[in-house]
């Protein structure tokens, strides 16, 4: 009997219908996936006999062979065969996702397989993304060119696109899979995206709290709520990871009080109808308030006495519980054991809860464990630089005993080197036996070479250039070399310099470095800038360091400078020499031209865990410069510095420092009215040194004030600020002294991402001891004999000052009937005379040791562009003369 059995199955319509028709894939919709297109069930009729197959012929393949067709398929030639047998080649077909349309006809035994294969994919479309950009996208997604397209990779790549825009916070995102049918069999995948709005948290909710506010506990969390006070926040995004996180924070908060019973019941993320925001419902169970019962040590380790240790537990009996106390407690220990050689120390706190007085009593079992040494050190991940830099900051060596301070001292050694990632720590393995234990240091090493080229504007230094060259870890020897260039209406200068950290691979540092610099003294005259002095330096400076304990180094140096201090000679000059009514007598006595051969050193003490950036330790050093070895200044300098970092928790770090100095002069004075310290040789205080005062602004000054003369027999001196300084300049002073304090502010993770770090500060200093300069005053202008107004005329030969002279009369109206009226001032200066003078009167301020005080904030950005300091400071307290300046900045500059 021969009977024609036809079975069909086509995908096509199903696929044009998700693919073309505008069918959207969103959060929501991905919980209810197409599911795979079933094989129509044939009509049913009697079970006809089985047959056995004759043939099987494949057509309308173009790519794939038929024999790679027919090897999915389970019918074979020879094979009996039924209905249900074709219905599971159907299936089998259909599973391969290789054919859009396929069919199966049987004529007697002659079985026919009849395919359209899927498209190949010719490219992969990504549209409508903006906040995502495709370096992110793409390497997510599955489907590629001269793939075969199925539908399964397509919905699989949507999923795998709206889940990365969950990541990014947008919840309402959808995207839309479009074909476009090429020739040859080809399609383009195209994928619309909508990104939507990002998912807020607008709400949470904490329920079952009674001891605690909600504001209390929200405060703890990393998730806050979307508003104008958290405008700039990165976390109110919801994101599933934080949530956990959140009810971590929740729990040690309250295990942090006390409540050792408390436990979250449930956390909820509920999103909004559109999408756009989340409410996040916290139900929790406090439970009861506990105190610490007794608390014991009990010690296996010969090293470790229990009754000892007991007295320097930090939590005492009928304390508040406090679990934060005990994970510390924990690692204290540990960290004892390691210095007595234990590394893995095995410390147990054993808790005893009663329930009735509510006390939690605890005991910290510390197990026998073996003395541990140092089998080896391992240095993984350094490709430029040499094993020995990395070594020979380690403070254990191999086969000492293994010592946990020598391993955290270690760690801020690498760190402070500014190689390696930040926060590198050191890996502690077991070694071949019990008693060994093997060191790991894994490092990634960052840029150590800058290029820097800058452009910028300061408040302080107008319009700036600067161009750099260093390498701090050159040929990766850990050798500092360094060129740089600087140009500013300030200040200019060149410098080479090099530092060889490690002499012969002994501790010894030594370096050098050659320079010239030119600097341009100035101050302002009601707000114009005028160059008072300028210092052009040439010179050189070698230096040599040793350490002496872990913490304390010894640096000694030389320097050999020749100095050249002058003025602009057409603006203070008067026949051929410095004129003192323009420059005044202290500027007049700082120009010359000097040779300083100096010789100085430093003792530092240094135990902070960062000199980048410290957290935590301290600094104290003590300096003393020498000059009079050779050359034309004689003097000691002597200078102290202190500085203490506190770690106070959550990022918050506060800094307090404090510094001095005096010099004391040898020989005589430069001449016979100036201070035995030169002008160029003293301190000076001001910005950027002490924020809230204008550069140079605290300490001894002249300002020169003008004279009112309008009423000749009673003139005036200008000091209402409305002609401050025909001169204001500074003096500086023998001694100084400064300190500060000063609070860092963590920010969110998207503001510490950008570089940002502000700070709260109140600075404290003053500049003193100097000789009182000799003042110049012209403010008496009336002459006795006739009582008219005179101005002042100098002769152009010996610069002696006198009185100009009485003018022709003058005739208003050129009437013989009326006279001439005569003049009343004095206006022509007499043969020999080339100037008038303009009444002044000199005065001189701020010799004072009175502190000066101000309080501000500031922030620095490491912005794209070069380093940024922006401060707004106010000055509590002030001397008369002082310069006062409540906005500076600087950008493209160190600071």
């Known amino acids: 009997m021969n009977s024609v ?97 396929f069919q199966i006809t049987d004529n007697a035994g002659a079985l026919q397989i009849q395919v359209t294969e899927n498209p190949v994919i010719n490219r992969v479309i990504l549209e409508g993304n903006k906040r995502l950009k495709e370096d ?11 793939q075969i397209f199925t ?110 019973d408390f436990r979250v019941i449930s956390a909820v993320a509920e999103l909004t109808s559109n999408k756009q925001d989340f409410i996040i419902t916290y139900v929790v169970e406090e439970g009861e308030r506990y105190k610490f019962g007794d608390v014991d040590v009990k010690s296996e380790l010969r090293d470790f006495q229990p009754e000892m240790l007991k007295k320097l537990l930090p939590m005492k009996k009928d304390d508040w519980y406090d679990a934060k106390l005990v994970e510390d407690t924990v690692e204290s220990l540990s960290e004892t054991a390691g210095l007595f050689g234990y590394a893995f120390a095995d410390i147990n706190p054993e808790f005893r809860r009663d329930p009735e007085t509510r006390t939690m009593q605890i005991t910290f079992n510390v197990a026998e464990s073996p003395r541990t040494y140092v089998e080896r050190i391992d240095v993984n991940g350094n490709t430029l630089t040499h094993d020995k830099v990395v070594r020979r900051e380690f403070r254990l060596n191999e086969g000492d005993a293994f010592n946990s301070f020598g391993i955290k001292r270690t760690e801020n050694r690498l760190n402070s080197l500014g190689y390696f990632q930040e926060n590198l720590e050191i890996e502690r393995k077991e070694g071949s036996a019990p008693d060994r234990i093997v060191l790991e240091t894994n490092v990634e090493e960052k840029p150590t070479g800058e290029l820097s080229l800058s452009a910028g504007f300061s408040s302080i230094e107008n319009f700036l250039l600067q161009a750099s060259i260093r390498q701090r870890n050159f040929r ?35 370096g050098g470095s050659i320079y010239r610099r030119d600097l341009n003294s100035f101050n302002f005259i009601n707000n114009d800038r005028r160059t008072t002095f300028e210092q052009v330096t040439t010179g050189f400076q070698l230096n040599a360091g040793v350490p002496l304990t872990e913490f304390m180094s010894f640096f000694a140096r030389y320097s050999l400078n020749y100095d050249d201090v002058t003025l602009d000679r057409g603006l203070y000059y008067f026949g051929g020499e410095c004129d003192p009514f323009v420059a005044g007598r202290y500027l007049c006595d700082a120009i010359g031209k000097r040779t300083t051969s100096l010789v100085g050193y430093t003792l ?34 002597t200078r102290a510095n202190a500085s203490k970092h506190f770690n106070l928790g959550s990022r918050f770090i506060l800094n307090l420092s404090a510094e001095g100095g005096y010099i004391y ?12 310290v030169r002008l160029t040789d003293r301190f000076f205080l001001g910005e950027p040194q002490m924020r809230g005062f204008d550069i140079r602004g605290v300490g001894p000054r002249v300002i020169r004030y003008g004279v009112d003369n309008t009423d000749p027999a009673n003139p005036k001196v200008i ?28 920010l969110g993770t998207g503001a510490k991402e950008l570089g940002l770090r502000p700070s709260i500060f109140l600075d404290v200093g003053s500049v003193f001891s100097v000789k009182r300069p000799t003042l110049t005053t012209l403010a008496t202008f009336t002459d006795p004999a006739d009582g008219l107004t005179k101005n002042l005329c100098r002769n152009s030969t010996t610069g ?51 502190p000066r005080v101000s309080i501000g904030a500031g922030v620095n950005w490491n912005s794209p562009f070069g380093p940024f300091r922006i401060d707004f400071a106010y000055a509590l307290r002030k001397e008369e003369g002082d310069d006062t300046k409540r906005f500076s900045f600087n950008v493209g500059t160190q600071f």
């Open 665 to 676: 002069p040898f020989g005589g004075r430069p001449t016979p009215t100036s201070d035995k």
């Open 476 to 510: 990766g020897l850990g050798q500092q070399l360094q060129a740089s260039v600087n140009y500013s209406s300030y200040s200019k200068s060149i410098e080479l310099g090099f530092t060889e950290p490690y002499l012969f691979d002994r501790n010894i540092s030594v």
């Open 604 to 637: 530092a003490y240094d135990d902070r865990d960062n000199r980048l950036r410290p957290t935590r330790g301290q600094s104290l050093s003590l300096s003393q410069d020498f000059a009079g070895l050779g050359g034309s200044v004689k003097y000691v300098r």
């Open 136 to 146: 992110k996208i793409r390497p997510e997604i599955k489907l590629a060119p001269r």
């Open 800 to 850: 002696s000052v006198s009185f100009g002279t009485l003018g022709a009369p003058i005739d208003h109206d050129n009437n013989p009937a009326t006279p001439p009226v005569p003049q009343t001032a004095y206006t022509n200066c007499p043969d020999g005379t080339t100037s008038n003078l303009s009444p002044f009167e000199e005065r001189f301020f701020g010799d004072t040791w009175m």
């Open 5 to 101: 059995a036809s079975h069909k199955f086509s995908a096509r319509t199903q696929l044009s219908a998700f693919l073309m028709a505008g069918t959207m894939l969103s959060a929501p919709v991905m919980a209810q996936q197409v599911a795979p297109p079933t094989v129509p069930a044939p009509a049913p009729e009697a079970a006809p006999a089985a047959t056995t197959v004759q043939s099987i012929t494949v057509v309308g393949n173009q790519r794939l062979e038929a024999q790679t067709i027919l090897s999915y398929l389970r019918l074979r030639v020879g094979q009996p065969y039924d209905r249900a047998t074709l219905d599971q080649a159907l299936k089998d077909l259909a599973a391969t996702e290789l054919f859009k349309d």
């Open 719 to 746: 000091t209402d600020g409305s002609d401050r300084g025909q001169i204001d300049d500074a003096l500086g002073g023998r001694a100084y002294y400064q300190g500060r304090l000063e609070l860092d502010i963590p």
């Open 151 to 260: 539908r399964s990779k397509v919905r699989a790549d949507v999923a795998r696109i709206i889940e990365l825009y969950k990541r990014q916070g947008r919840f309402a995102a959808t995207v839309e899979p479009k074909m476009v049918s090429l020739d040859q069999n080809r399609v383009d995948v195209v994928f619309e995206i909508n990104e939507g709005p990002k998912s807020k948290v607008r709400q949470i909710n904490i329920i079952g709290n009674e001891k605690f506010s909600d504001g209390d506990l929200k405060d703890e969390m990393a998730t806050k709520e979307s508003g104008l006070l958290t405008i700039l926040s990165s976390n109110t995004s919801y994101d599933p990871d934080r949530l956990a996180y959140d009810q971590q924070k929740l729990r040690l908060f309250y295990l942090q009080n006390g409540y050792a």
